[in-house]
């Protein structure tokens, strides 16, 4: 069975440093794995994702992620945050052991950037 | 290229009724996939739709079901409506359904309040 857990509900920094949100993953093959973007009353929005290519995946919006198979991890970062990276991010975990695409979210971390 | 689009945008409805959540997915898209999310939690998956049929469900009771049309247009349909129904019910499309790699775009939702 996958899931992901994301440490830190609410994460709150000031404009221009760094931003770090968590994200652990249990899968009982090689993952794929996301980082999705929600805006209030919006839908998802993909960030990146990793599919077995290079472990430094850069996104959208100055995003990237590195996959760390040792450390079960997918943290996301940006150097230097924005008043518009204010929303909810969620990571996610997807696999083709299933047999179909069944992708498996986290509870999501609530970005606020203090200006 | 035409977005994942979904009707209602929000409703209220009261216990023990039904209720019929339509979605139209992004153009050339031929998989259709349901999440609920309650508030403050992530995405749940509910189903997958390819070609018409069910091929995936994640764990819901029978009363949620769906249907997907020739032109991969999807419905959700949950019968004996319950208060813990209550939430952003989030449509999203995609190709490659057995693959577990693709993206999912997804609609911004529609919002049930149930009473």
């Known amino acids: 069975a996958q899931s992901v857990t994301q440490l830190g509900s609410h994460v709150s920094v000031s404009e221009g440093a760094l931003v770090l949100l968590r994200c652990n993953y249990s899968s009982s093959v090689p993952p794929y794995l996301f980082w999705y973007v929600q805006y209030p009353n919006q839908g998802l929005q993909l960030l990146l994702k990793?599919?077995?290519?290079?472990?430094l995946v850069k996104g959208i919006n100055g995003f990237e992620a590195e996959f760390k198979k040792s450390e079960t991890s997918f943290h996301l970062t940006k150097p230097s945050a924005h008043m518009s990276d204010a929303a909810e991010y969620f990571c996610a975990v997807s696999d083709s052991a299933s047999g179909y695409q069944k992708v498996t979210f986290g509870i999501g971390t609530k970005l606020q950037v203090i200006p | 290229e035409t977005g994942v689009t979904q009707s209602p945008t929000h409703l209220i409805k009261t216990r023990g009724q039904q209720v019929t959540l339509r979605c139209s997915s992004q153009s050339g898209h031929n998989t259709v996939s349901w999440y609920q999310q309650a508030l403050g939690q992530g995405p749940q998956f509910i189903f997958q739709?390819?070609?018409?049929?069910?091929?995936g469900r994640g764990n819901f009771p029978p009363r949620f079901s769906g249907l997907q049309f020739p032109n991969y247009s999807s419905e959700l349909n949950v019968n004996a409506l319950e208060l813990d129904d209550s939430a952003l019910y989030l449509c999203?499309?995609?190709?490659?359904?057995?693959?577990?790699?693709?993206?999912?775009?997804f609609g911004e939702g529609s919002r049930l309040t149930v009473l």
């Open positions: 739709y390819y070609r018409e049929e069910e091929n």
């Open positions: 990793y599919t077995s290519a290079a472990t």
């Open positions: 999203a499309s995609s190709l490659n359904p057995g693959q577990g790699n693709g993206e999912l775009f």
